[in-house]
């Protein structure tokens, strides 16, 4: 057969350096459109150069384009149809319902029978539920559950190369569960190196979620850990700051180093026998929010005393995580100051379970009973509540157990899978996210079960997609 321009094989071959052999005298037999012009046989035979056919200064590039098109059908957009058995679009959950995909955008999502799919690719999704990707509020992805491994040790043992390669290993075990977007926040002692596993993951280097990242975060000098004797200046897990203008210049220097949010820990535990008391002054903090804003950031306090949580709250800052001390006046100082609440309460029911607790077989430890009770004060406040659950301090990949110990704690199982999609996306600024509707990215997951009504759906994560972009499939 002669070669001609639509022949995407023989292109191929010659993009790759690898001609098809002729007879020799053989000729290109002629076609209708051969009068219209005059060229050279791919093999070097003259005949006529039918119109429309590239002049040969181009023809590489077009070589090249659809070698490229052949080796990686998926750089084309292309319109996908998902039948699922419903979909909860982040406020509800619809049975009957498809979502039409074209590349890495939903284009519409309703009623199956009310879509144009015309020439659209179909996947379908038989027995599961359709929803967008969780998002994970409070993450750390270059730590390991500190029952393998103490928090100190590895601040001070693991080395940023091993650290970053457990990253790699958490960021895949992360998406594979479904979480599509993690804010990790701090990088505990591994300095920017979760702004480079953020934009690996981006490059597509390796698989893993969209990142938020905080870089080292930044705490007041003499403050945090790890600490040994006082003779010794140990390696710090965050970042030391005084006073206004050291708050701001290691602001904007973490800034200019590519954070996409500021972690600030207004309170840690340097009191009286390792007590938790506030660390900077509400002027401090309101002055570092002040300027965070103006680089279109927002400030996230880590704050466990009822007065750290309110200096950070009347402060203004995004969001508060822990706040094991929250009282109701708290709560409500937050709720109006628009600032929202991540309780991470499996962090804290890990902690206890590796220190000796047995749950379901011993009486709650006081931790617990503190943290069920300003949870309750919380919700019924009002305020905002975030899905985080501190991971890290437990295995990533098992994000869900946040999910159902919110759940356990009061909240509804509708409420909770709401928090962890379109609630967040809110509560972090993510416009493009969190639901399933026209326009948004195609960061969409399936699972067994109804998780409207049963929350430990979650975990029977069967089929996961970023950016239109299949990672896991049946």
Not at 184 to 195: C, I, K, P, T
Not at 201 to 209: E, Q
Not at 220 to 244: I, M
Not at 406 to 419: C, S
Request: hydrophobic letters at 40%.
């Amino acid at each position: 057969m002669c070669a001609r321009p639509a022949d995407r094989a023989r292109w191929l071959e010659e993009a790759l350096g690898r001609p098809r052999p002729r007879a020799p005298g053989a000729s290109c037999p002629p076609t209708a459109a051969d009068a219209a012009a005059s060229t050279t046989c791919y093999h070097g035979h003259s005949r006529p150069r039918p119109a429309g056919d590239p002049p040969p200064v181009i023809r590489p590039l077009l070589l090249v384009a659809t070698a490229l098109s052949v080796l990686s059908p998926s750089l084309a957009a292309q319109r996908v149809l998902l039948r699922p058995a419903a979909v909860y679009d982040g406020e509800a959950r619809h049975e009957g319902w498809a979502v039409l995909l074209d590349g890495a955008r939903i284009v519409a999502a309703g009623p199956a029978s009310t879509l144009d799919a015309r020439g659209a690719r179909t996947i379908a999704l038989d027995g599961l539920t359709l929803l967008p990707g969780l998002i994970e509020g409070h993450s750390h992805l270059l730590l390991h559950p500190y029952d393998e491994v103490a928090w100190n040790d590895q601040v001070l043992s693991e080395s940023w190369g091993e650290r970053v390669a457990r990253g790699v290993v958490h960021a895949r075990n992360t998406v594979m569960a479904g979480i599509t977007t993690v804010r990790d926040l701090g990088s505990e002692g591994a300095g920017y190196m979760d702004v480079g596993l953020r934009d690996a993951i981006a490059k597509g280097v390796v698989p893993g979620p969209r990142m938020l990242v905080a870089g080292p975060a930044i705490v007041a000098t003499g403050s945090y850990g790890p600490k040994g004797a006082p003779e010794w200046h140990l390696p710090k897990g965050a970042e030391e700051a005084d006073g206004v203008d050291g708050l701001i210049r290691v602001a904007r220097d973490q800034i200019g180093r590519g954070v996409d949010v500021v972690k600030v820990y207004a309170d840690y535990r340097w009191g009286p026998n390792g007590q938790a008391r506030p660390t900077f002054t509400e002027e401090e903090l309101r002055r570092l929010v002040e300027v965070v804003a103006s680089s279109g950031r927002s400030v996230v306090a880590h704050a466990a005393t009822a007065e750290g949580m309110r200096r950070a709250a009347s402060a203004g800052v995004g969001t508060i995580e822990h706040g094991d001390e929250g009282t109701a006046e708290i709560f409500a100082l937050m709720r109006d100051r628009n600032v929202g609440y991540c309780p991470t309460i499996a962090a804290g029911d890990a902690i206890s379970q590796y220190g000796g607790w047995r749950k379901g077989a011993e009486p709650e430890p006081a931790r617990i009973r503190r943290k069920r009770e300003s949870v309750a004060l919380a919700y019924a406040s009002g305020v905002a509540i975030c899905f985080g659950g501190d991971v890290g301090v437990y295995a990533h990949g098992d994000n869900v157990r946040e999910l159902e110990l919110m759940v356990e704690y009061g909240m509804t199982p509708a409420a909770a899978v709401r928090a962890a999609t379109a609630g967040n996306a809110r509560m972090f600024g993510l416009e493009d996210r969190g639901r399933v509707a026209e326009g948004l990215l195609a960061d969409l997951i399936a699972v067994e079960g109804d998780p409207t009504a049963d929350v430990g759906a979650l975990r029977r994560v069967r089929w996961v997609m970023k950016g239109g972009e299949v990672l896991r499939a049946p």
